[in-house]
């Protein structure tokens, strides 16, 4: 479908048009990226280095997309990482859930969200609630009680994170909250994009830059950096606690940053569902190889005993065959469909959804597959030394 005023073709036009829409400070937070940046531009070239092997007849007529995480069933093997405080556009997380469950798939909701998760999983109830190890055990176990009262079907945990903020391109200025303060600062910023300013307007309400869901129903949730203050003078988990944690959660349990398999095995070990292979987005330990590097080693650690995701470096469909193929029953995006909110609100996030749909579903016509479930490792062409000993 080619692109129109209302609909960009891929994610690269979503991200230009991200670009131009949003503040800079904002759009250099969607991009984000830790030091110099190598990991985050190694997720993506990973996947360029990554050759198919197609086929010329015997072509199926229709091909199957649909599959399960966490025990949700999804049309497409695609679903929505857990985000931050999304203030790029009024909508936020509500606005994400309901172009998901118009694809059909799942969301994970971050606990540094803007919107509370009660608001969310009433626009789409396949929602995994997503933690930190953040503040007591108390405080985590009454976050876990509202998002299992909410209706959230399971629980990620993030670990794959080290505080590094520090960029080469600079780190984007962000308030502590919109006042007024915050306004006479970003003025130049925002008049200079009165489409996205407009929105705002519109829906008769500033960014919101609390996380309503570290706080009980009804009250106001601390700042993100407030919660992101509470984060780091937290002692690091042990295998202990994220066994408690478990233990604590009585439904789908899934733990992301998984990069080695011994990590994978330990995971198996406390009882985890599923495990992600993640580097944050390249947001982590700059010059870690690529998500889609590491999944083959993972994934042959652990074999059916887990659901095995990736999430790193995914801007079009082919990529998801190809890291389907490698081992992972599902992938995870995030730039991807801040990409699309920041374009173009919430059908911006389905344009990036369908936008994938449609590529997976070329890419396994190509490969001759009827089936997601019918692709190996036979599909793709692996160079030497791609997993770089991972």
């Known amino acids: 479908m080619a692109s129109t005023k209302d609909w960009f073709e891929t994610v690269a036009e979503a991200r230009e048009r991200a670009r131009k829409r949003v503040p800079k400070s904002v759009f250099i937070a969607l991009h984000a990226g830790s030091e110099a940046g190598t990991t985050l531009a190694d997720n993506t070239a990973a996947f360029a280095e990554l050759g198919l092997r197609p086929r010329i007849a015997d072509l199926p007529a229709t091909r199957e997309l649909a599959t399960s995480v966490l025990g949700q069933d999804i049309s497409l093997p695609v679903v929505c990482s857990p985000t931050g405080v999304q203030a790029v556009d009024p909508g936020g997380e509500v606005a994400v859930a309901r172009a ?33 190890w953040q503040g007591s055990r108390d405080s985590m176990l009454a976050r876990l009680d509202r998002a299992k009262r909410a209706g959230a079907k399971g629980l990620i945990v993030t670990l794959d994170w080290i505080f590094s903020t520090a960029r080469d391109w600079g780190a984007p200025p962000i308030p502590e909250k919109v006042d007024l303060k915050a306004a006479v600062t970003f003025a130049p910023q925002v008049l200079t994009r009165p489409g996205w300013l407009a929105r705002y307007v519109r829906s008769g309400r500033l960014p919101d830059l609390t996380t309503p869901n570290l706080a009980a129903v009804g009250e106001t949730g601390p700042t993100f950096f407030g919660a992101y203050g509470e984060w780091m003078g937290s002692p690091p988990p042990s295998w202990d606690d994220l066994e408690w944690l478990r233990q604590q959660w009585d439904g789908p349990f899934m733990i992301k940053g998984i990069y080695r398999p011994d990590d994978a095995r330990r995971a198996v070990d406390i009882g985890a569902s599923a495990i992600s292979v993640s580097n944050h987005g390249g947001n982590n330990l700059d010059g870690t190889p690529a998500a889609i590097r590491t999944l083959p080693g993972v994934k042959a650690a652990v074999g059916d005993q887990i659901e095995v995701l990736l999430d790193g470096g995914i801007r079009r469909g082919s990529d998801v065959v190809k890291a389907v193929a490698l ?33 997976i579903d070329r890419t396994l016509y190509g490969l001759g597959k009827e089936s997601i479930h019918d692709l190996t490792t036979d599909d793709v062409v692996i160079p030497p030394d791609f997993t770089r000993g991972m």
Not at 114 to 121: G, L, M, R
Not at 333 to 353: D, F, P, S, T
């Open 100 to 132: 998901a469950a118009a694809s059909g798939t799942a969301i994970g909701l971050s606990s540094f969200a803007s919107k509370p998760i009660e608001d969310v999983v009433a626009a789409n109830d396949k929602v995994f609630f997503q933690v930190y």
């Open 327 to 359: 081992g992972a029953k599902a992938v995870m995006i995030g730039r991807a469909y801040l990409w699309g909110m920041a374009a173009n609100g919430e059908r911006g996030v389905h344009n990036v959804l369908e936008i994938l749909r449609q590529g």
